[in-house]
T-cell receptor, first 114, second 115 residues
Framework: DAGITQSPRHKVTETGTPVTLRCHQT?????MYWYRQDPGHGLRLIHY???????DKGEVSDGYSVSRSKTEDFLLTLESATSSQTSVYFC?????????????FGEGSWLTVV | AQSVTQLGSHVSVSEGALVLLRCNYS??????LFWYVQYPNQGLQLLLK??????LVKGINGFEAEFKKSETSFHLTKPSAHMSDAAEYFC?????????????FGKGTLLTVNP
């Protein structure tokens, strides 16, 4: 357990509405990530953060924005949700250990855009 | 750019049989390689990782993987499958080392274990 909590875990929203997913961590990790998972695509990196107010784009960042105003929270926002953004979203953190850093994932947020 | 190819989107084995899940990678620098497992409706759990130390890496639940640079492969094996191994498995590569791993994932292999 890497102390990652995602909310909401499940959400249904309408096309064109804004949606924010929250990732909360309790262990003060510097690096945080948002991935989306789609059948046949594996997981793809949306955005990541390397510190408070320090973020960068990943492979599939179009249509998404992020914010990190506190170490423990990393927010993913869909400004105007589209059906193509129906997906499972995973937050992850990079945590150190005896054999170096490892990426740990949260339990996921299921988002359906209708 | 880094990439991962998992050969076989679905692998079916009998309980007690060898499990072999194939992963080939492409990377312009020495890679860091990972295998994750995902059970239904759950997040991803790390099975094992390669970070340029020993080429044979042992992980949890009896799994191991061997890094073969000449073949650009990192195949996952387990000598004897158990029903509880049924899950989806993902191979991932990162060219970034240190603390900031930006993982590129394969498309996944669904493992079915038959009694």
């Amino acid at each position: 357990d890497a102390g990652i909590t995602q909310s909401p875990r499940h959400k249904v929203t309408e096309t064109g509405t804004p949606v924010t997913l929250r990732c909360h961590q309790t262990e003060n990790h510097r690096y945080m990530y948002w991935y989306r998972q789609d059948p046949g695509h594996g997981l793809r990196l949306i955005h990541y953060s390397y510190g408070v107010k320090d973020t960068d784009k990943g492979e599939v960042s179009d249509g998404y924005s992020v914010s990190r105003s506190k170490t423990e929270d990393f927010l993913l926002t869909l400004e105007s949700a589209t059906s193509s953004q129906t997906s499972v979203y995973f937050c992850a953190i990079s945590a150190g250990g005896p054999s170096g850093n490892t990426i740990y994932f949260g339990e996921g947020s299921w988002l359906t855009v209708v | 750019a880094q990439s991962v190819t998992q050969l076989g989107s679905h692998v079916s084995v009998s309980e007690g049989a060898l499990v072999l899940l194939r992963c080939n990678y492409s990377s312009s620098v020495p890679p860091y390689l990972f295998w994750y497992v995902q059970y239904p409706n759950q997040g991803l759990q790390l099975l094992l990782k390669y970070t340029s130390a020993a080429t044979l890496v042992k992980g949890i639940n009896g799994f191991e993987a061997e890094f073969k640079k000449s073949e650009t492969s990192f195949h996952l094996t387990k000598p004897s499958a158990h029903m509880s191994d049924a899950a989806e498995y993902f191979c991932a590569v990162s060219e970034g080392g240190g603390s900031n791993y930006k993982l590129t994932f394969g498309k996944g292999t669904l493992l079915t274990v038959n009694p």
